[in-house]
Nanobody
Framework: VQLQASGGGLVQAGGSLRLSCVAS????????MAWFRQAPGKEREFVAA????????YYADSVKGRFTMSRDNTKNMVNPQMNSLKPEDTAAYYC????????????????????WGQGTLVTVSS
């Protein structure tokens, strides 16, 4: 599978961005999807995830109430809507697809995902 992430950019604190990740192939609807982010000099960290149906979503505490994850299985697309952005949200954002076997308790771990997009850069100015 190929994952193509887009939508990053420069935004002022308090602003919004909507990222997109489009997956190739016909099996998108079978897999959980997630977004991670990596700031310079830091580890890649979990941001949000959605189950294959999109009925359940999970968020890192740092983005709860500000980010909303959605997916459209008819378009092979997953989108986090990011509102009330803060300078500490500045990072490269990566979408990822879970492997075929996973636990809902493990969606926040990088090891759950076996396919990654190339990243899109989000910069939030103060």
């Amino acid at each position: 599978v190929q994952l193509q992430a887009s939508g990053g950019g420069l935004v002022q604190a308090g602003g919004s961005l909507r990222l997109s990740c489009v997956a190739s192939g016909r099996t998108f609807s079978r897999y959980a999807m997630a977004w991670f982010r990596q700031a310079p000099g830091k580890e890649r960290e979990f941001v949000a995830a959605t189950t294959y149906t999109g009925l359940r979503t999970y968020y890192a505490d740092s983005v709860k109430g500000r980010f909303t994850m959605s997916r459209d299985n008819t378009k092979n697309m997953v989108n986090p809507q990011m509102n009330s952005l803060k300078p500490e949200d500045t990072a490269a954002y990566y979408c990822a697809r879970a492997g075929s076997q996973y636990s809902l308790d493990a969606l926040q771990y990088r090891s759950t995902y076996d396919s990654w997009g190339q990243g899109t850069l989000v910069t939030v100015s103060s």
